[in-house]
């Protein structure tokens, strides 16, 4: 009860962060950073800001008129962030998204950061999964989820096949990556090849919109197709919690792990680089859990 008065109460000295996307809605980012600004005492509020993609850039221009301390960028907004920065950091570059963006308080500057593939790979940590030098991985999708997933996985030195419904996307991805990771053994692959490719891989990962709530009954897994002996499934889709690709999984003997984790990690990240605190992970994500409904 004590965190719910103190988010009520805003007064002169708060700071502001915030969301920037469309649709922003569905986001539970909101809940997530204002349950930990509460927790730390902080008189800091965080709010989503619904922005059309033609005005991305008066969007920016007006948070730091505004004197926001930084925000979140999401879809559809990623990308076309980057060349509206003042500076990016080397994440930025090598998954070719923004999603925070922290502004200095004095110059109005705006660094662009990119958490969500520290946020894969502290999740990852978090449940001791760990990469190796030459491992083989799956990586469905071939979005912009996929291209934060794959820098991760490329600065780990696995090797990697991008499976996409759309071919041509997943051999940009990996084109893409190449660029910062030249030696990178990275394949691209259309799902008739899945099983082949599959073979022998100790981690899948899917980042593909397919098994997101309301279609929870969608897997983006083939039923034909035998998931890999002691591969471990990393859903980065947390809505459903338990999606029909970690049942699949469960089922064939595999651990599963959905993408909640890595909504949190991504959050902390940028939570800390706004507030320079440590950030509490676990109010963090009970604050997600609580808005999931578990
Ligand atoms: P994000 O930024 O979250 O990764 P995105 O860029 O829209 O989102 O990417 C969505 C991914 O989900 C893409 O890989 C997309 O496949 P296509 O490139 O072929 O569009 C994949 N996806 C979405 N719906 C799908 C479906 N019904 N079946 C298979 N893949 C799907």
Redesign the pocket.
């Known amino acids: 009860m004590d965190s719910l008065r103190n988010i009520g109460h805003i007064d002169g000295q708060t700071q502001l962060v915030g969301i920037i996307g469309s649709p922003v809605a569905h986001s539970l980012s909101p809940e997530m950073h204002n349950a930990a600004f509460a927790y730390m005492g902080l008189n800091w509020r965080y709010i989503p800001l619904l922005v059309r993609p033609d005005q991305l850039a008066a969007a920016l221009k007006g948070i730091v008129a505004l004197n926001f301390r930084g925000v979140n960028i999401t879809?559809p907004h990623?990308v076309a962030a980057i060349p509206l920065m003042d500076s990016v950091t080397e994440a930025v570059t090598v998954a070719g998204a923004v999603n925070t963006v922290r502004i200095d308080g004095s110059s109005g500057r705006m660094e662009g950061m990119n958490t969500d593939m520290t946020g894969f790979l502290a999740d990852l940590a978090a449940h001791k999964i760990h990469l190796s030098e030459g491992m083989r991985v799956i990586v469905l999708?071939?979005?912009?989820?996929?291209r934060a997933v794959g820098a991760g996985l490329a600065r780990s030195g696995a090797q990697i096949t991008f499976i996409?419904?759309?071919p041509e996307?997943a051999a940009q991805v990996v084109e893409f990556l190449k660029a910062s990771w030249s030696s990178a053994v990275m394949t691209a692959a259309p799902?008739s090849e899945l099983a082949a490719h599959a073979e022998g891989a100790s981690l899948i990962v899917n980042?593909?919109?397919?098994g997101i709530w309301p279609n929870a009954d969608?897997s983006?897994w083939p039923e034909h197709v035998p998931f890999p002996k002691n591969a471990v499934v990393y859903d980065t889709v947390y809505r459903p919690r338990h999606t029909l690709l970690m049942k699949q999984a469960e089922k064939a003997g595999l651990m599963a792990v959905g993408g909640l984790g890595m909504l949190v990690y991504q959050g902390a990240a940028a939570f800390e680089m706004w507030t320079r605190q440590k950030p509490p992970i676990e109010v963090m994500r009970a604050a997600c859990e609580q808005r999931l409904g578990d």
């Open positions: 879809i990623k999708g071939a979005g912009g989820a996929a996409n419904r759309t996307k799902f980042t593909t919109a397919v969608e983006p």
